[in-house]
């Protein structure tokens, strides 16, 4: 095994993450050292699991994405 993948394998365990959270950790270019580094601790209560902090950045990114294409087709239209 390469010394990348060890790295994703301890952020995948120490995390709790499974297959699909890695690949969307992936897809969003945050790196294994990220996720180890925001594993909530006991004194921080308001943190959320990582788990749920990687699909509140996916579903943020999602809809920026959207109100871009939102405002990209009013300023066509408004053109023609």
Do not use: F, Y
């Not at 994703?8 to 897809?27: G, H, M, P, T, Y």
């Not at 945050?30 to 509140?56: F, G, M, Q, R, Y």
Request: charged share 40%.
């Amino acid at each position: 095994m390469s010394m990348k993948s060890d790295i994703w394998d301890e952020a995948k365990r120490r995390c709790r993450l499974n297959d699909e959270d890695i690949a969307l950790a992936k897809k969003l270019g945050l790196n294994p050292k990220s996720l180890i580094k925001n594993i909530p601790s006991k004194s921080e209560p308001w943190k959320a699991p990582v788990k749920d902090w990687i699909h509140d950045i996916a579903a943020k990114r999602e809809k920026k994405s959207k109100q871009r294409q939102e405002r990209k087709s009013k300023a066509l239209k408004q053109d023609t």
